[in-house]
């Protein structure tokens, strides 16, 4: 059998070595820690944490809690590690950082079938069976032979994300599809303000507390994605004449031109994603919720996405993957982690199983799988491969990636608990496939 080579020692890169290896595939896992550092690390252990200790909620009426119990499900080693050194965080898995780091090198240098090797990988390799999982700070050698290898165009260094709410959530009586000038479809949701609710917002926005970036995250931006609230401190009119301009638009409710609109576009065919179109942003997120909360049409809002603009690596996915994670165009490369747009340490760990599934499949002779649209691992996997790529910004998991029930739940706990029985559901039939492996 084919052995299988893991570039990067992260959460995505350890949990495909361990789903390749217990399914008897032999695993060649390279870390170039710590003899070659990155600006964020601090050890050589493999599945380092290097800003919070939090897997963030354990609840199933939750996405990622969801996502951790579909990952429980079939034996992920991040998972096993992190309930292995809980600490007390109320409804959220929070581990103890050390000692779950390592643990899981523990687990996969002591493994029979994986060898550990310290060395960077520093290209593409064009030949033998591999998974790239460098992450968000891979090295500048395999960072310029990714370009060499997808193109300089389907490569990113940062994400300069708006915020995406849940299209169910916002007020429809305080919103309206229109396009500007009724040029084509109406594709864009107007969320109106008029010149009072505008000053208000202007001044919190201008006011609100923003990210402090770290050494390593920062990056000289282009106009085109400076963050809302630069753009805003600039002066009173900039954003009347930028990302919250009302020309060619018409308030059904009052026919005439709203003083201001916030537009929202969808991030899905049936729009049950929305993107606050030019609001990317550096506020903390506690701020982001506050403010962009006092547009009227999303006071109740329910945002699934919160903006970012940080130092990230990652590739268009859309234009190179499958939703198995596999490079189109070659059968024995795939890739796992943050470098596909996956966003925070479960969904990366959930690509890597994902990923090492797939690929030790493929050791095996046996064509990779597609996980069901009703988990969350399957549904990032085709958001991450099926998304626009002309647009295409990293996804958290969330309940808006899933396909929605066939009739309408207004309370959204419930909603989601109906979601998150399906899901499992899906899982358990999905898992026969899985169980025929051999």
């Known amino acids: 059998m084919e052995i299988l080579n893991i570039a990067g020692g992260g959460l995505a890169g350890a949990e495909a070595a361990w789903q390749a290896a217990r399914r008897g595939v032999k695993v060649r896992l390279y870390e170039m820690r710590p003899g070659q550092g990155t600006p964020a690390h601090r050890t050589g252990d493999l599945a380092e944490l290097v800003c919070s200790n939090s897997l963030r909620s354990d609840s199933l009426?939750?996405?990622?809690?969801?996502?951790?119990?579909?990952?429980?499900?079939?034996?992920?080693?991040?998972?096993?590690?992190a309930e292995g050194h809980r600490v007390p965080a109320g409804g959220a898995l929070a581990v103890d950082r050390h000692r779950f780091s390592r643990e899981i090198t523990g687990t996969l240098t002591g493994h029979p079938l994986v060898e550990v090797v310290r060395e960077e990988v520093a290209?593409?390799?064009?030949?033998?069976?591999?998974?790239?999982?460098?992450?968000?700070?891979?090295?500048?050698?395999?960072?310029?032979?990714?370009?060499?290898?997808?193109?300089?165009?389907?490569?990113?260094?940062?994400?300069?994300?708006?915020?995406?709410?849940?299209?169910?959530t916002v007020d429809p009586s305080r919103a309206f599809w229109a396009?500007?000038?009724?040029?084509?479809?109406?594709?864009?949701?107007?969320?109106?303000?008029?010149?009072?609710?505008?000053?208000?917002?202007?001044?919190?926005?201008?006011?609100?507390?923003t990210h402090k970036p770290r050494e390593f995250e920062e990056e000289v931006l282009f106009e085109g994605c400076m963050p809302v609230e630069s753009l805003a401190r600039r002066g009173y009119q900039t954003l009347l004449h930028g990302p919250l301009k009302p020309v060619g638009l018409t308030d059904p409710r009052t026919g005439a031109?709203?003083?201001?609109?916030?537009?929202?576009?969808?991030?899905?065919?049936?729009?049950?994603?929305?993107?606050?179109?030019?609001?990317?942003?550096?506020?903390?997120?506690?701020?982001?919720?506050?403010?962009?909360?006092?547009?009227?049409?999303?006071?109740?809002?329910?945002?699934?996405?919160?903006?970012?603009?940080?130092?990230?690596?990652?590739?268009?996915?859309?234009?190179?993957?499958?939703?198995?994670?596999?490079?189109?165009?070659?059968?024995?490369?795939?890739?796992?982690?943050?470098?596909t747009g996956v966003e925070g340490y479960v969904e990366s760990a959930g690509s890597g199983l994902v990923a090492g599934i797939n690929a030790a499949r493929r050791a095996a002779g046996r064509e990779p799988l597609?996980?069901?649209?009703?988990?969350?691992?399957?549904?990032?996997?085709?958001?991450?491969?099926?998304?626009?790529?002309?647009?295409?910004?990293?996804?958290?998991?969330?309940?808006?990636?899933?396909?929605?029930?066939?009739?309408?739940?207004?309370?959204?706990?419930?909603r989601n608990r109906e979601l998150a029985e399906g899901s499992l559901a899906a899982l358990e039939r999905f898992r026969d496939d899985l169980l025929n492996f051999a």
């Open 61 to 81: 009426e939750n996405a990622v809690g969801l996502l951790k119990e579909e990952m429980r499900r079939l034996d992920s080693l991040v998972l096993a590690a």
């Open 123 to 168: 290209r593409v390799p064009g030949e033998g069976l591999w998974i790239l999982a460098t992450g968000p700070l891979t090295s500048p050698a395999l960072t310029q032979s990714l370009q060499e290898e997808t193109g300089r165009d389907h490569l990113y260094f940062y994400d300069a994300a708006a915020p995406i709410v849940d299209g169910e």
């Open 179 to 209: 396009s500007r000038y009724g040029k084509g479809e109406a594709d864009y949701l107007n969320c109106p303000l008029t010149e009072e609710e505008y000053r208000e917002f202007y001044h919190a926005l201008t006011a609100a507390e």
């Open 257 to 339: 031109r709203p003083f201001a609109v916030v537009q929202l576009r969808k991030e899905d065919r049936e729009g049950r994603l929305l993107n606050l179109v030019g609001f990317q942003t550096s506020l903390t997120w506690p701020e982001q919720k506050r403010v962009f909360s006092l547009i009227p049409a999303l006071r109740e809002a329910v945002f699934l996405r919160l903006g970012v603009m940080h130092r990230n690596t990652f590739i268009n996915s859309p234009a190179l993957l499958e939703a198995t994670y596999r490079r189109r165009g070659r059968d024995d490369l795939f890739f796992a982690g943050q470098l």
């Open 370 to 414: 597609v996980f069901p649209a009703e988990t969350v691992l399957g549904s990032l996997a085709r958001y991450i491969a099926g998304a626009a790529a002309g647009d295409f910004q990293p996804m958290k998991a969330n309940f808006g990636l899933l396909p929605p029930l066939k009739h309408r739940v207004k309370n959204r706990k419930q």
